[in-house]
């Protein structure tokens, strides 16, 4: 996937309180909007699915790439996967992802996450010196069209405008203060499988899902092609439902068999607490 980049001013982050705003990068394109830095490209995330009842399994695949590179077969097959193992499954299409979707998403009560969504990493730039800092994250985009009369607060520093390309409209983006203090509720241990780029080349959003109770975060190590993360997803599916194999091995063996994105090079990987 071609890389493309954005840019805000980024104070360094306050904890739980709004602070700075954040830009996602535009899908496709580069350029540069303000002064912090962004590199996004393709994100996908595997959701776990709510609740209907005391023991039942769910599941979700919230598809905000179904707006720019949809992919029914695999929808169909992850569904059909999720189902024989007895999973409920619901299905969230790109425009009804919005940042009212993700803040109730813990409350959902998912066993699995799939997040086949658009994703970029952000670096921050100092204001001051218009130096890049050490400190980068991956934000995640919504299908939601960008308003600078929304969240208002939330837009200091949980949320910002991302792009597919540099003459696209904006749509908003989250970051990883939104994830810890925005959402509502708890992940209750659900394994969140983040399908698109750069999803671990930083561990922060990752980190924040897993304080947010999430058991696992899977994504990738670099950007990512569509094709070949859901190929993956699908094997990491069978790996793990079908085969039954512990979420750890299900991700090593699905990286062995899938191999490497061959334009990219992104690796599969995961993180759990403590690792």
Not at 33 to 59: D, E, M, Q
Not at 73 to 102: C, H, I, M, W
Not at 244 to 265: F, L, R
Request: charged share 20%.
């Amino acid at each position: 996937m071609p890389k493309h980049k954005t840019s805000r001013s980024a104070p360094p982050p306050p904890a739980p309180v709004p602070g700075r705003s954040l830009r996602l990068p535009a899908l496709l394109g580069a350029g540069v909007i303000a002064v912090l830095v962004v590199v996004g490209t393709l994100a996908f995330v595997l959701t776990a699915g709510g609740s209907s009842g005391p023991g039942v399994k769910t599941a979700v695949i919230v598809d905000q790439l179904s707006l720019t590179a949809a992919n029914p077969d695999f929808v169909s097959q992850a569904r059909a996967t999720l189902a024989s193992a007895g999973y409920q499954v619901d299905y969230v299409p790109g425009e009804q992802v919005t940042v009212d979707y993700y803040r109730e998403l813990p409350n959902r009560h998912y066993d699995v996450l799939l997040l086949r969504v658009h994703a970029g990493i952000t670096t921050e730039v100092s204001a001051d010196s218009g130096q890049r800092l050490e400190t980068e994250y991956v934000s995640l985009f919504t299908g939601e069209p960008y308003s600078d009369t929304k969240y208002s607060a939330e837009q200091l520093n949980r949320l910002g405008k991302a792009r597919y390309t540099d003459s696209s409209p904006p749509l908003f983006g989250i970051g990883p203060e939104f994830v810890q203090y925005s959402m509502d509720g708890d992940f209750g241990g659900a394994v969140v499988v983040m399908m698109g780029c750069d999803g671990l080349k930083s561990q922060r959003t990752a980190e924040a899902f897993l304080s947010k109770g999430a058991s696992a975060f899977v994504s990738w190590s670099k950007p990512v092609s569509a094709p070949h993360t859901d190929t993956a997803t699908e094997n990491l599916l069978q790996q793990f439902l079908v085969n039954k194999k512990p979420i750890e091995q299900a991700v090593k063996d699905a990286a062995a068999e899938v191999g490497p994105d061959p334009s990219t090079g992104a690796e599969l990987r995961i993180l759990t607490p403590g690792s």
